[in-house]
């Protein structure tokens, strides 16, 4: 079971590539969204963009990114368990890889 409480962005903000609603993107996955998956699959997203979020702001702000990428690397293997199509953050994935390198 994931729980995913706090500050879990239901939306895309000014820092992510990416501008689709978590909604928007649960019906680009391979599943129906009435599945159960589809509750799990929401946090997992929600979670990715929160991650990412921090991310940008981090880096904007000059601060260290190591365990905010730990984070989002752990949130990527969710998702990754979950065969969630994520092609919708290819942009921000690059963008995340040239910050944390």
Same mark, same amino acid.
């Given at each position: 079971?994931?729980?995913?409480? =706090?500050?879990?962005?239901?939306?895309?903000?000014? /820092?992510? !590539?990416?501008?689709?609603?978590?909604?928007?993107?649960?019906?680009?996955?391979?599943?129906?969204?009435?599945?159960?998956?589809?509750?799990?699959? =929401?946090?997992?997203?929600?979670?990715?963009?929160?991650?990412?979020?921090?991310? /940008?702001?981090?880096d904007e702000? =000059?601060?260290?990114?190591?365990?905010? /990428?730990?984070?989002?690397?752990?949130?990527?293997?969710?998702?990754?368990?979950?065969?969630?199509?994520?092609?919708?953050? !290819?942009?921000?994935?690059?963008?995340?890889?040239?910050?944390?390198?």
């Open positions: 079971m994931i729980c995913s409480f =706090g500050f879990s962005q239901n939306e895309p903000t000014k /820092y992510t !590539e990416c501008k689709m609603s978590v909604e928007d993107i649960l019906r680009q996955q391979s599943f129906h969204i009435d599945e159960p998956i589809s509750e799990t699959s =929401g946090y997992v997203l929600k979670d990715l963009y929160s991650h990412m979020n921090k991310i /940008y702001i981090a702000n =000059g601060t260290s990114t190591d365990e905010l /990428y730990a984070n989002f690397k752990e949130t990527l293997l969710k998702a990754e368990k979950l065969q969630l199509n994520l092609t919708m953050f !290819e942009e921000d994935f690059e963008n995340i890889n040239k910050i944390t390198q």
